[in-house]
């Protein structure tokens, strides 16, 4: 675990001043906070046995029940009473105080791949996390679960101000357009409760990125006559169309600031 805490930011666009970073220099010095860091040192091999396991179940979009119901099994077994939204998030209240607000801590569950059996998830001779979703987003999972675990140990400061919510959200990626995560910001109980959120999503362990990302998704639908080599040859092939289409979608240059 990292002992220092980097920002990046985009000044002009987060907002982030001087003294706000100054501010959390302190807060890293608190002694709450550092005996939690060092609860992460000492669950480490746990930590870690949990990412691997977690990623061993398949999780694809749309289809993240199993893995929905591994890390429910598993908050209650660190005696936390979790549930499972009716969008199919796995959410975990966790309250110091009545009727203070929130901040969420969120990490998606779905894998653009998954494992087609638990050997494709595997550790190298180095140490390195090998198969299917490790990164994306069973990182961010096995930072949610010790997050769980060491907050059970107790608030990391005398007197927060907010309470913390643990989401582990459903159909993040592609086609699933965000839905879990829309479902608890738009209509969970939740949502007119949370202040703030910090996304936990890929290996990057040394900064937290303090902006908000925009997320625009279009589906373009491609028809046509054609389509079987050897019944419709001849006629106009929609998947001939959409492969022009991507290469054409390929060529465009979009600015860099910003990223886009």
Same mark, same amino acid.
């Given at each position: 675990?990292?002992d ?13 001043? &001087? ?5 959390? *220099?302190g807060?890293?010095q $608190?002694?709450? %906070?550092?005996a939690?860091l060092? &609860? ?5 091999? @746990? /930590?870690n046995? +949990? ?13 993240? +029940?199993?893995?929905? *119901?591994?890390?429910?099994?598993l ?11 009716e969008?199919?998030? !796995?959410?975990?209240p /966790?309250?110091?105080e009545?009727?203070?607000r929130? !901040? ?7 894998t ?5 059996? $638990? ?6 001779g180095?140490?390195?996390?090998? =198969?299917?979703?490790?990164?994306d987003?069973g990182?961010g ?5 010790a997050l769980?675990? !060491? ?5 990391? %400061? ?13 159909? *993040?990626?592609?086609? =699933? ?20 959120y910090?996304?936990l999503?890929?290996?990057?362990? =040394?900064? /937290? ?5 925009? &997320?625009?998704?279009?589906? /373009?639908?491609?028809?046509g006559a054609?389509?079987?080599? @050897?019944?419709?040859?001849?006629r106009a092939?929609?998947?001939h169309?959409?492969g ?12 860099? &600031?910003?990223?886009?």
């Amino acid at each position: 675990m990292p002992d220092r805490l980097d920002v990046v930011t985009a000044p002009a666009e987060a907002g982030v001043s &001087s003294h706000q970073l100054r501010l959390l *220099e302190g807060l890293v010095q $608190e002694p709450g %906070l550092r005996a939690g860091l060092d &609860s992460f040192r000492a669950y480490r091999d @746990w /930590i870690n046995e +949990q990412h691997l396991r977690v990623c061993r179940v398949a999780a694809p979009t749309f289809r993240e +029940q199993a893995r929905a *119901e591994h890390l429910l099994k598993l908050f209650r077994g660190l005696d936390y009473r979790p549930k499972i939204d009716e969008a199919g998030n !796995v959410v975990l209240p /966790i309250s110091y105080e009545p009727g203070q607000r929130f !901040v969420a801590v969120t990490a998606h569950m779905d894998t653009v791949l998954a494992p087609r059996s $638990e050997d494709d998830i595997r550790v190298r001779g180095d140490g390195t996390f090998e =198969g299917p979703g490790v990164t994306d987003n069973g990182s961010g999972l096995a930072a949610l679960m010790a997050l769980a675990r !060491v907050l059970k140990d107790g608030a990391p %400061l005398a007197r927060p101000r907010r309470n913390v919510v643990l989401v582990a959200n459903v159909a *993040e990626e592609g086609e =699933g357009n965000l839905q879990g995560m829309q479902f608890f910001c738009h209509h969970s109980r939740f949502a007119s409760l949370v202040d703030a959120y910090l996304v936990l999503d890929g290996a990057s362990v =040394g900064h /937290i990125t303090a902006e908000a990302l925009g &997320s625009r998704r279009f589906e /373009i639908v491609i028809e046509g006559a054609g389509g079987h080599s @050897w019944n419709d040859y001849g006629r106009a092939n929609p998947v001939h169309a959409l492969g022009r289409a991507v290469a054409a979608l390929a060529e465009l240059r979009l600015p860099a &600031s910003p990223r886009t």
